[in-house]
């Protein structure tokens, strides 16, 4: 069955230093891959999208990898603040009528 | 002014009774979805709509019903509310015309008790 894996335990890092939050996924070839930012109690948001064909992708701090072969995504925040502490959400495209699919999350606290 | 509009925020009803939450959308999509969201289990789709005519059921429509009234508006219905029907729930929309980001509400905390 088509699953997504992302890091079950909460990442803790200092301000300043980058975070690494990683999302893989097997039995799927999505055309593309989403990240969003979930506040408690809050709707996801999103913060950027990568597609199959993209290696890297960067916005601001921000910086998605997107490798095919390995099936996998790495989502960078780099010089962490701590208003980034958040969940993040991997989404990929499910190829089913573009349903998307929904990893469980990380949690990451950055401490000032 | 929200993009994505849901109503209540928060409620709390007794088992047994009917509830609907309501999602309403300026952003002009045609694609509308419901999501509950419990602790360790993440997103999980309810009901998904692509237009006003096509409704389809997600992972766990079971105990739920919903209603497309116009392309701006989808309603989520709990028929007679239980316990574990107790979460947060999203509406989201999308574009189908794009390969784009989903847009989510607020979310409405519903207790079941």
């Known amino acids: 069955s088509q699953k997504i894996e992302q890091n079950s335990e909460a990442l803790n890092i200092q301000e300043g230093k980058t975070a690494t939050l990683t999302c893989n996924y097997t039995n799927y070839s999505p055309a593309y891959l989403q990240w969003y930012r979930q506040d408690p109690g809050r709707g996801p948001v999103f913060l950027l999208l990568i597609r199959e064909n993209e290696k890297e992708k960067r916005k601001e701090r921000l910086k998605v990898t997107f490798d095919t072969t390995l099936k996998q995504s790495l989502f960078h925040i780099t010089a962490s603040q701590p208003a980034d502490s958040a969940t993040y959400l991997c989404?990929?495209?499910?190829?089913?009528?573009?349903?998307?699919?929904w990893g469980l999350g990380t949690s990451l606290a950055v401490n000032p | 002014d929200a993009d994505v509009t849901q109503t209540p925020r928060n409620r709390i009803t007794k088992t047994g009774k009917r509830i609907m939450l309501e999602c309403s959308q300026t952003k002009g999509h045609d694609r509308m979805y419901w999501y509950r969201q419990d602790p360790g289990l993440g997103l999980r789709l309810i009901y998904y709509?692509?237009?006003?005519?096509?409704?389809n059921k997600g992972e766990i429509s079971d105990g739920y019903s919903v209603s497309r009234q116009a392309q701006a508006k989808f309603s989520l219905s709990l028929e007679s509310a239980i316990p574990n029907q107790t979460a947060l729930y999203f509406c989201a929309t999308s574009d189908s015309n794009r390969r784009t980001e989903a847009f989510f509400g607020q979310g409405t905390r519903l207790t079941v008790v």
């Open positions: 709509s692509f237009d006003v005519k096509d409704i």
């Open positions: 989404a990929l495209d499910s190829g089913n009528n573009r349903k998307l699919i």
